[in-house]
């Protein structure tokens, strides 16, 4: 079965909230293997490995995010495709990455597992 081009464009529209999602559940099995396991609980630069592993996931999926954005618009426009769904991909693209950014925020700023006893 092939994917028509309006498959495709959705998948377009829906691929920055969906890796928001991703990076979310990222978050979650980074913190919980690194609370439950003592995973990438080592020191770099005062923060643990888990808050960079997290960082770096953060900043990989932006920069997809904001790839795979340009690579929708201007799929849309060479289709000639409604700008509504070159300004809907936009605009879940600028939302999901403020979404990522307020995520890995606390991160570098509060302890995953909770204070030291």
Known sequence: MTR????RHLAGV??????????????YIVNALGCARGLWQARWAGLPLSSWLIVAVSVLVL???G???RRTRRALRA???ADFL????????ALSALAVVWET???LWVPACGPAL
Not at 4 to 7: D, K, R
Not at 16 to 24: D, E, G, M, Q, S
């Open 63 to 65: 920069l997809l995010m």
């Open 86 to 93: 070159g300004w809907l991909a936009g605009a879940l693209a």
């Open 4 to 7: 028509g081009p309006a498959a």
């Open 14 to 27: 829906l691929a920055a909230p969906l890796l928001w999602f991703a990076h979310f559940f990222a978050i």
């Open 105 to 107: 925020w606390p991160a």
């Open 67 to 69: 790839w795979l954005w």
């Open 79 to 81: 289709r000639g495709a």
